[in-house]
Structure formats: structure tokens, C-alpha cells
């Protein structure tokens, strides 16, 4: 297990240090425009610091609320999300950080994230209103527990819109996340506007604020470098193995795009086949026939499910994409098919009564490169190694290299 700590520690790094670099222009106090590319890091850091760059390549300069008047980020499809310099007051406490602009109109609608929880935040003529809300919490009612979740939100917003019925109303059942406090303004905006002037709406890429899935499916083989898979209480008992063996398997990798866009965590999960023999000896003594030699083979013949749990790191390099990954694998044999045949009788061949040790574990290593099809659908090439262990000095195990190809979808 130690090798998985080994791994984690490498990788943690590679996200502490990712970038993110989208085009957009950061906004001077003076009113002055710059384009470049900007560094879109989750919401804690964007309310915190700009990073940007003229170019790719040139150097980073950061810039806090005091020194721009905000920036802006382009997305996909045009899109585009907006932070500006804006003093707020917390808990009595006036600071002048970046907060998200989510939508100008009639009332404006911003969103910041402090340390503790986010707000957000609705402005008219001047007077702000801040809404919150707390986490959920466990609580128990008549022997049973259930989560006890935090709507004082939707009480402040109805009373905020009070003089408009039908926002109001909406408002005793909003969600608390982007999309809803957007309509729920939106709405404001389109019953009160007197010119009939659309509002604008910044927000470019909400459903990149949540965790992101990618599936991808595999088939491949497995090279045995070497392998002492054994009988229990027997380790002299070493089956002699098929080389290549055929593989098939499955991967889900977890992303937060807001953190990382290179960084991963991956499960994945493979079958693959195991064949193999060994060629034995024992003397047996009776009271009857005395000493008897009996030459056998136990052949195996069985499936091998493994389970892995790493890191990727993905190079952001356009189409084609290198990757690196590594973590921990567990390996299991899928039943205890021996068959035992007497060498000196062939006929005689049943099902043996000695049991295989089937269980094995030890980290992973892989290299290989995505190629990019469309938006985010790849096929992808990979080499692994790993090597697996049923005791904990790293003995007694497989040592195996594999090949794999799939699609990501």
C-alpha cells in the first residue's frame, strides 16, 4: 500500500500546478481592455487573483481587486464568464474581492464564494441583499435519521420580491445553485423593466462548477513478465503460465475542470484470462501395495477480475493528448477450476482438491496517448505494468506488462 502513498504524493504537485488558460481580457480601472489568456481556477481563487498572460509562453502576472476593474473569460460557444471588482460587506466586514457577475438588469445578480459558505448576492438602486445557506444536517426524528436541509433563503427572497406575487412565489421554492437564481431575476428583470430591455446574463459555463465523469471501454492483452501463482501452504508448487493473455475492461475517470483539466482520478475495472500447468511428483505408501510414485499435471484455466484505483495526468497538447497514470491495482482468480490428471494414466483426470491463492495486489504504472475525435469522445492507446503481490515483503506474485486500446465517451 505504501506505493499508492508514493503515487499520491507525486501527483499532488501536478494538481496544485495545473493551469486552466482560456482567452479573455482583463478590464483596467482606467477602462482599458487587454486580451490574452487567463487562468480559470475554481471560484475560492478567481474571487481572490487574476492570472494572465498576453500570450502562450509570455510571462504570468497576477492581478488582485485593487489593481483591475475585472476580467473576463471566453467559453465555449461564445460564452463567456465575467468577474468585477465590487467592495462587499460580510458579517460586518467590508473587503473588496472579484465576484462572479451572473446578470445585469433591473436588479444585478453576483455570486461569491468565501471560505465558509457562498453567497449570493442581489443589488437594486444600490441596496444589496445577501442570501446564504448553510449545510446540510443530520438529525434524528422518532429513531430515524434524516438531513435536515437549510431553505431560510427562500423565505429572505420572497420577502425581497414581495411587491411582485409571482417572483415572490417562485422564490418560496428556488434551488440554491446558479441556474435558479439566474431565472429567478431574469424573471424580476422582465416583470418590472419598464423599457422592456433584455437583461444580460454572463454566466458561460455553469455545469463545469460539478464533477465531470468520462467512460471509456478497453480491450487489450496481458504479457506475464513472470508469475508464481502457487497452491496454499505450498509455494514450491509454481504454475508454469501462458504468456499472452486476452483482456477486457472498463474505465471511469472523475474530473473537476474548475481545479484541473489534467488531472484525474481513475477506477477501473478488467477481465482477463489465466492458463497455466504444473508438472508434480509425490510417493505414497500403503500397508497393501507399498511405495507408489504418482506423476500429475494440474492445469489451470481461469478468469482474473483486477480493480485499480490511480491518478491520470492528461498533457493538454491539442488532438493528440500523452497521458500518465499510476495507482494501486487488486487482483482476484474467479473460482478454483484445478483439474488433476494422472500422467501415468491419463484417463484419470477429475476436479483437484487443492486450492489456488487467489488473491493478489501491488501498484501500477501506465503510459499511452489520447486522440481526440470530437467535443469529448477519444480513442486512446495504453501501455501498463504492474506488479502484484499475495505477500506483504512483495513476494510470490505477477509481473505483468499489458496493451490496450478503447474509446472514451
Given at each position: 500500500?505504501?506505493?499508492?502513498?508514493?503515487?499520491?504524493?507525486?501527483?499532488?504537485?501536478?494538481?496544485?500546478?495545473?493551469?486552466?488558460?482560456?482567452?479573455?481580457?482583463?478590464?483596467?480601472?482606467?477602462?482599458?481592455?487587454?486580451?490574452?489568456?487567463?487562468?480559470?481556477?475554481?471560484?475560492?481563487?478567481?474571487?481572490?487573483?487574476?492570472?494572465?498572460?498576453?500570450?502562450?509562453?509570455?510571462?504570468?502576472?497576477?492581478?488582485?481587486?485593487?489593481?483591475?476593474?475585472?476580467?473576463?473569460?471566453?467559453?465555449?460557444?461564445?460564452?463567456?464568464?465575467?468577474?468585477?471588482?465590487?467592495?462587499i460587506n460580510i458579517d460586518g466586514n467590508s473587503q473588496l474581492v472579484f465576484v462572479e457577475y451572473l446578470l445585469q438588469?433591473?436588479?444585478?445578480?453576483?455570486?461569491?464564494?468565501?471560505?465558509?459558505?457562498?453567497?449570493?448576492?442581489?443589488?437594486e438602486d444600490g441596496v444589496a441583499t445577501y442570501v446564504t445557506k448553510q449545510a446540510d444536517v443530520l438529525d434524528k426524528k422518532d429513531g430515524k435519521e434524516f438531513y435536515r436541509k437549510d431553505v431560510k433563503y427562500r423565505g429572505i427572497l420572497a420577502?425581497?420580491?414581495?411587491?411582485?406575487?409571482?417572483?415572490?412565489?417562485?422564490?418560496?421554492?428556488?434551488?440554491?445553485?446558479?441556474?435558479s437564481m439566474i431565472n429567478l431575476v431574469k424573471k424580476y428583470h422582465d416583470t418590472t423593466c419598464a423599457t422592456g430591455e433584455a437583461c444580460v446574463v454572463f454566466l458561460g459555463d455553469g455545469n463545469k462548477r460539478k464533477a465531470k465523469f468520462k467512460f471509456s471501454l478497453y480491450a487489450g492483452a496481458n504479457y506475464l513478465l513472470s508469475s508464481e501463482i502457487f497452491i496454499w501452504y505450498n509455494s514450491d508448487m509454481n504454475f508454469d503460465?501462458?504468456?499472452?493473455?486476452?483482456?477486457?475492461?472498463?474505465?471511469?475517470?472523475?474530473?473537476?475542470?474548475?481545479?484541473?483539466?489534467?488531472?484525474?482520478?481513475?477506477?477501473?475495472?478488467?477481465?482477463?484470462?489465466?492458463?497455466?500447468?504444473?508438472?508434480?511428483?509425490?510417493?505414497?505408501h500403503s500397508v497393501a501395495n507399498g511405495y507408489r510414485d504418482y506423476n500429475y499435471r494440474l492445469e489451470l484455466d481461469e478468469f482474473s477480475f483486477s480493480g485499480k484505483l490511480g491518478f491520470r495526468y492528461t498533457f493538454q497538447t491539442g488532438k493528440i493528448k500523452p497521458t500518465l497514470e499510476g495507482g494501486y491495482s487488486y487482483s482476484t482468480l474467479l473460482g478454483n477450476k484445478l483439474k488433476e490428471t494422472d500422467l501415468d494414466d491419463p484417463s484419470k483426470s477429475?476436479?483437484?482438491?487443492?486450492?489456488?491463492?487467489?488473491?493478489?495486489?501491488?501498484?501500477?504504472?501506465?503510459?499511452?496517448?489520447?486522440?481526440?475525435?470530437?467535443?469529448?469522445?477519444?480513442?486512446?492507446?495504453?501501455?501498463?505494468?504492474?506488479?502484484?503481490?499475495?505477500?506483504?515483503?512483495?513476494?510470490?506474485?505477477?509481473?505483468?506488462?499489458?496493451?490496450?486500446?478503447?474509446?472514451?465517451?
Open positions: 500500500m505504501k506505493h499508492f502513498f508514493f503515487i499520491v504524493i507525486f501527483f499532488i504537485p501536478l494538481v496544485v500546478n495545473s493551469q486552466n488558460y482560456k482567452e479573455g481580457y482583463i478590464l483596467s480601472n482606467n477602462g482599458d481592455t487587454i486580451k490574452g489568456i487567463i487562468d480559470y481556477k475554481a471560484d475560492k481563487t478567481n474571487a481572490k487573483v487574476c492570472y494572465f498572460k498576453t500570450k502562450p509562453g509570455a510571462e504570468t502576472q497576477s492581478f488582485h481587486p485593487e489593481e483591475i476593474a475585472g476580467y473576463r473569460i471566453w467559453n465555449e460557444k461564445d460564452k463567456e464568464t465575467y468577474y468585477t471588482s465590487k467592495e438588469g433591473v436588479m444585478n445578480l453576483y455570486f461569491y464564494p468565501s471560505e465558509k459558505q457562498n453567497y449570493y448576492i442581489l443589488e420577502y425581497l420580491f414581495k411587491d411582485t406575487p409571482a417572483v415572490a412565489e417562485m422564490a418560496g421554492k428556488i434551488d440554491f445553485n446558479h441556474k503460465m501462458t504468456k499472452v493473455n486476452p483482456l477486457v475492461g472498463g474505465q471511469v475517470v472523475l474530473y473537476a475542470p474548475r481545479i484541473s483539466q489534467s488531472v484525474g482520478v481513475v477506477l477501473d475495472a478488467s477481465f482477463s484470462k489465466l492458463k497455466g500447468s504444473f508438472d508434480g511428483y509425490a510417493r505414497y477429475e476436479d483437484s482438491r487443492l486450492e489456488l491463492v487467489r488473491k493478489y495486489h501491488g501498484p501500477y504504472i501506465s503510459a499511452g496517448v489520447d486522440f481526440k475525435l470530437k467535443k469529448d469522445n477519444y480513442i486512446f492507446c495504453r501501455i501498463s505494468y504492474e506488479k502484484n503481490s499475495s505477500h506483504a515483503d512483495g513476494s510470490h506474485g505477477i509481473e505483468l506488462l499489458g496493451i490496450k486500446t478503447g474509446y472514451t465517451f
